[in-house]
């Protein structure tokens, strides 16, 4: 399994941008597909967007279709998400995770970060 650490979140105003990025450590991260999903307090842990292994598909949630953009560098073993035009209702702790299968659920992605939290204040 891949160990995935998350860094970039922060605090931020309506309307700014951030930038997270995972650094994973194992020998085979370019044969996993790569997911970003967030979880806000008292919420179920949701998909935000995921990237396919060779960076040929991307998937995207609704809610931030046009705002966020997923990227991979195989050669660094990292994978980044820019979100741009935030809002509040992107306020969660936002997480980095590997599977082996094209997915978007949660119970398909076998390694995980510990998170970084994001806060976008109104």
């Known amino acids: 399994q891949e160990q995935l650490v998350e860094s970039g979140g922060g605090l931020v105003q309506a309307g700014g941008s951030l930038r997270l990025s995972c650094a994973a450590s194992?020998?085979?991260?370019?044969?996993?597909?790569m997911g970003w999903f967030r979880q806000a307090p008292g919420k179920e842990r949701e998909f935000v967007a995921a990237?396919?292994?060779?960076?040929?598909?991307?998937n995207y949630a609704d809610s931030v279709k046009g705002r966020f953009t997923i990227s991979r560098d195989n050669t660094k073993n990292t994978v980044s998400l820019q979100m741009n035009s935030l809002k509040p209702e992107d306020t969660a702790v936002y997480y980095c995770?590997?599977?082996?299968?094209?997915?978007?659920?949660?119970?398909?992605?076998?390694?995980w970060g510990q998170g970084t939290q994001v806060t976008v204040s109104s």
């Open positions: 990237i396919s292994w060779g960076s040929i598909a991307r």
């Open positions: 995770a590997a599977a082996l299968i094209w997915s978007s659920q949660v119970k398909d992605f076998g390694s």
């Open positions: 194992g020998r085979t991260f370019s044969s996993y597909h």
